[in-house]
């Protein structure tokens, strides 16, 4: 999954501060049980991201237990408040998160719906400030244009596993879920209405600005 060599991960993961005990029992549960979780160095930039732009209103599109949200609602928290918006079909999962967050002090800051993440967005008010999609790679660009309608000018599009492990590189693999990312990447790099990087950390993240 992370495609930077181990010394540069340590190195990064230790560049970030300090965090809650919590996150640290949700990453060794990532750990010993093979979730992919967006992890700390990911998650600190997600973070970022959502205090640079004063985020208030954060959509997720497949969360997990809970652990990028965790980041999210932080910043949200630290913004002044809003609401970060979990979304996963598995209702297991969507307890676990309930859980969790509780426990970071994140009630009433994270709205849950367990469902599926496109449709859940579809009938969701918008504008949202930041979205994050992590869902079934094979679905990334049907959920596109729908993220571009529901993000406010100026709003960040964060996508996962945009370098797939390095499996976008080679030609041989045309999985539809491959395939899907690299179309994806096509759609938000080669779109005037963006501007966007990919920044190729773990197992890399596309940062997308909606420009108008
Ligand atoms: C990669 S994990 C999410 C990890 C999470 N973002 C984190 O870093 O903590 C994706 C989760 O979303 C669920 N999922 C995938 N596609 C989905 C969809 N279309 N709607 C709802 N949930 C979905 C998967 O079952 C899985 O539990």
Redesign the pocket.
């Known amino acids: 999954m992370d495609i930077l060599s181990k010394q540069l991960s340590d190195y990064l993961e230790n560049l970030v501060p300090p965090r809650h005990p919590e996150l640290k029992k949700m990453e060794d549960y990532a750990a010993k049980n093979n979730f992919?979780?967006?992890g700390p160095i990911c998650g600190h930039l997600c973070y970022q991201m959502a205090r640079t732009i004063g985020a208030k209103r954060i959509f997720?599109?497949?969360?997990?237990?809970?652990?990028?949200t965790a980041w999210f609602a932080q910043a949200v928290k630290e913004n002044g408040g809003g609401e970060v918006h979990h979304?996963?079909?598995?209702d297991e999962?969507s307890k676990m998160a309930r859980e969790h967050l509780k426990t970071l002090g994140y009630e009433g800051t994270v709205k849950y719906t367990v469902?599926?993440?496109?449709q859940t967005l579809q009938h969701s008010q918008g504008p949202f400030d930041l979205i994050f999609n992590?869902?079934?790679k094979a679905?990334y660009p049907k959920s596109l244009p729908l993220i571009y309608d529901k993000l406010r000018v100026g709003g960040v599009l964060i996508i996962?596993n945009i370098l797939w492990s390095g499996r976008i590189f080679d030609d041989m693999d045309q999985s539809d879920a491959t395939k899907a990312i690299r179309e994806t990447t096509g759609m938000v790099m080669n779109n005037d209405r963006w501007v966007a990087s990919v920044v190729p950390m773990r197992d890399g993240l596309l940062v997308a600005t909606k420009l108008r």
Request: no cysteine; proline share 4%.
């Open positions: 992919p979780i967006i997720e599109l497949g969360s997990g237990y809970g652990y990028s979304v996963v079909w598995d999962l469902g599926e993440a496109i992590d869902i079934d679905d996962d």
